[in-house]
């Protein structure tokens, strides 16, 4: 594991939770201006703590009557804020911390010291340098889905528009999200150019990171330049192992583009090898390509296809090119 890079990740952590502290003594002061006995209450809460340290430390043998008596009036205490609050419509959570990660509080390290899922999320992001990762997902997610970007008007040869097919594949991508859990559904996104296929992984992509799910999106072409690079022990970068490892353990793997990699028997092999192995430990693969079943077909092996069409929820896309519509 490359040690420069924990130490830059362990930086940002201590960045996040010095912007949460930050937060939080600014909305304390806020209240305690607004309703100074709220400073007071915390100043007495805080006494009532270190009281019952010192009479435990000097009378042990009472120090289950000691503790009783201070979860009383803690708990009196905190009524009595929650009360203050409330009557200044101020929500009572407003007066704790906010973290990015609640699991971990932003240390990247859960209770048992374990490495928390967002430290793995974070590794994830150096790896396949998805650093900008944040920012595209910021604008292509569910909530900036836009509908009438898609022709209500159904083309020749098709029976419904693409905004009814693209209803259709939204909500199966919304229960995508939703069933994350529950099902074993795999998805293939096909069709031309700048139909939102990549949008769509975007959206799916936030969606189950914000839940919490170590979620790997990544171009084929990267993802073979990193197998060549491990096969052929050439050019390593930090992290290529752990990448490498995600391929096949993230939650979500994100495969767009497929088919922009020249394919030879190694890439052949290298995909069906990843497809396969997720597929039988249940895990869930998206796939966006350009090519059709019938050209998937061709360029890879049976096994690949086969695997493919089996496995996978295979879901058509067609209009006009987007990035012209705009
Ligand atoms: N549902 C949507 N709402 C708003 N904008 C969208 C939506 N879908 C796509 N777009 C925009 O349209 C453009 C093309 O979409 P996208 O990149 O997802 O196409 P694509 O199908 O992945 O194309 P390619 O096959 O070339 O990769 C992008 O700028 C994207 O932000
Ligand atoms: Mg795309
Ligand atoms: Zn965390």
Redesign the pocket.
């Known amino acids: 594991m490359n040690k420069a890079i924990i130490a830059e990740i362990l930086k940002e952590y201590e960045k996040l939770r010095d912007l949460a502290e930050k937060a939080y003594q600014k909305r304390k002061d806020e209240v305690y201006a607004i309703i100074p006995r709220i400073r007071e209450i915390d100043v007495a809460m805080a006494k009532v703590s270190i009281h019952a340290s010192k009479s435990i430390f000097d009378n042990p043998s009472d120090s289950q009557f000691i503790l009783k008596e201070m979860e009383y009036s803690i708990k009196q205490l905190q009524q009595e804020k929650a009360f203050l609050l409330t009557e200044h419509n101020i929500p009572v959570n407003y007066l704790e911390k906010i973290y990015q990660c609640s699991n971990c509080q932003d240390t990247g390290f859960d209770r048992k010291g374990k490495k928390c899922g967002c430290f793995k999320q974070r590794m994830i992001n150096y790896g396949y340098r998805m650093s900008n990762l944040n920012q595209v997902l910021e604008?292509?997610n569910f909530s900036?889905?836009?509908?009438n970007?898609?022709s209500d008007q159904v083309p020749e040869g098709e029976v419904v528009s693409p905004r009814e097919n693209?209803k259709e594949i939204?909500s199966l991508c919304e229960s995508f999200v939703h069933n994350f859990d529950h099902t074993k559904e795999n998805l293939l996104?096909y069709?031309?150019?700048?139909?939102?296929?990549?949008?769509?992984?975007?959206?799916i992509a936030k969606a189950l990171l914000d839940k919490g799910y170590l979620v790997v999106y990544q171009t084929s072409f990267n993802i073979l330049e990193l197998l060549e690079r491990r096969k052929f022990k050439k050019d390593s970068l930090p992290l290529d192992n752990f990448s490498y490892e995600m391929l096949f353990d993230a939650d979500l793997l994100i495969i767009?583009?497929l088919g922009t990699e020249m394919t030879n028997t190694f890439t052949n092999t290298e995909i069906f090898n990843i497809i396969n192995t997720r597929l039988l430990k249940s895990k869930r693969t998206i796939i966006?390509?350009?090519l059709s079943p019938v050209e998937i077909s061709k360029i890879y092996s049976d096994r690949v296809s086969s695997r493919l069409f089996g496995g996978f929820n295979i879901l058509r896309?067609y209009g006009k090119?987007?990035?012209w519509?705009?």
């Open positions: 604008k292509e900036t889905f836009n509908m970007l898609f693209m939204l996104f069709g031309s150019t700048g139909l939102g296929k990549t949008f769509l992984c975007n959206a767009d583009d966006s390509t350009n896309f090119d987007l990035r519509e705009r």
